[in-house]
């Protein structure tokens, strides 16, 4: 059995895989280990595209160290007769965390702060932010991480309104309401929605007008569910009055984000904590162990 870990994986994961094959982590060549290949691990980065997946003709099973399937062409993977699996629930806490940080951070400018300081700046006016407590945050995709986001906001003393049209596992802390009333009550939007085509550009122009002035918006989620065009714009001009972003339509990203100190980012970093990592290696595992039987 060969195992292939494209983009990297914990330690103890890579170590206890090694037990039940062959592993190639981190492959300089790709496609030439793929040849022989019968499992596949790869995170966002590999994208499993229907040519990709024409090179790889011993591959079983791919399994997806995360959450979101966009980086393969289900479509073809099921013509080929090779299963996809994920780990939907290793990564949900490290992402409502960094939801919650960013939030903060972007409401009180710590980062801006930060950057000053270290130019020896001391913008104690200019950097006056805004309390969480009392607003109403509009959480878009109700699911593991939009419900475990409105559940700690919630303990912050915000108040939950979520947009997600049923089929979806109602929790008592939001109120769920229309996307328009959302987009209109909301102080802060979130966004923790899969990229389908019924989220592509979900907030865009038609919608960021019907917001709020000075609504804060997040996109701790999936690059393409933010029109990229329409968010800059709304953000020089203040409609927006921040944004934090964790996901980019092309990712590494480079655009004129830069250019606005409105615009808070961080690299895809929400799976990123030392904890999501090992548990998404445990269930990697746990399902090529399976998988072989
Ligand atoms: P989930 O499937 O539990 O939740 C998604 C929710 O969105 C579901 O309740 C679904 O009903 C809802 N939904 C689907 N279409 C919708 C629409 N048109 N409008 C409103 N709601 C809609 O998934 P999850 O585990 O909560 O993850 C959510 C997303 O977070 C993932 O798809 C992924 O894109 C993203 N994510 C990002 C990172 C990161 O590093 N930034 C890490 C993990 C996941």
Redesign the pocket.
């Known amino acids: 059995m060969k195992i292939v870990t494209a983009d990297g994986l914990a330690d103890d994961a890579l170590e206890e895989l090694k037990s039940l094959g062959s592993v190639v982590n981190l492959p300089e060549n790709l496609e030439s280990e793929l040849a022989d290949a019968n499992i596949l691990v790869v995170r966002s980065k590999t994208k499993a595209t229907k040519e990709f997946l024409s090179k790889t003709p011993n591959l079983k099973l791919i399994v997806r160290a995360?959450?979101?399937l966009?980086n393969i062409d289900l479509e073809a993977a099921k013509e080929k007769g090779i299963e996809v699996r994920n780990t939907?629930?290793a990564?949900?806490n490290?992402?409502a965390e960094?939801t919650l940080g960013a939030m903060l951070a972007m409401v009180r400018n710590i980062p801006l702060a930060n950057c000053g300081m270290k130019k020896g700046l001391w913008e104690k006016k200019k950097l006056a932010g805004t309390e969480i407590e009392g607003k109403t945050l509009g959480i878009?995709?109700?699911?593991?991480?939009?419900?475990l986001v409105g559940k700690k906001a919630k303990a912050l003393g915000m108040k939950i309104i979520g947009?997600?049209?049923?089929?979806?596992?109602d929790q008592d802390f939001i109120e769920y309401v229309e996307?328009d009333e959302l987009l209109k009550r909301a102080d802060i939007i979130t966004l923790?929605?899969?990229?389908?085509p019924?989220?592509k550009y979900?907030i865009n122009k038609e919608a960021i007008a019907k917001a709020k002035d000075g609504v804060y918006i997040l996109n701790?989620?999936?690059g393409g569910t933010v029109n990229e065009e329409d968010l800059y714009e709304a953000c020089k001009s203040g409609k927006v009055r921040a944004a934090a972003l964790?996901?980019f339509e092309k990712e590494p990203y480079s655009g004129r984000f830069t250019e606005l100190d409105n615009i808070f980012m961080t690299p895809?970093?929400?799976?990123?904590t030392k904890e999501a990592q090992e548990r998404i290696g445990k269930e990697v595992v746990k399902i090529i162990k399976e998988f072989i039987g």
């Open positions: 995360g959450v979101g966009d939907p629930g990564s949900t490290a992402v960094l878009i995709g109700c699911g593991r991480i939009g419900s947009y997600n049209p049923p089929p979806r596992v996307l923790h929605v899969p990229l389908l019924s989220t979900i701790i989620a999936r964790d996901a895809h970093l929400g799976a990123s």
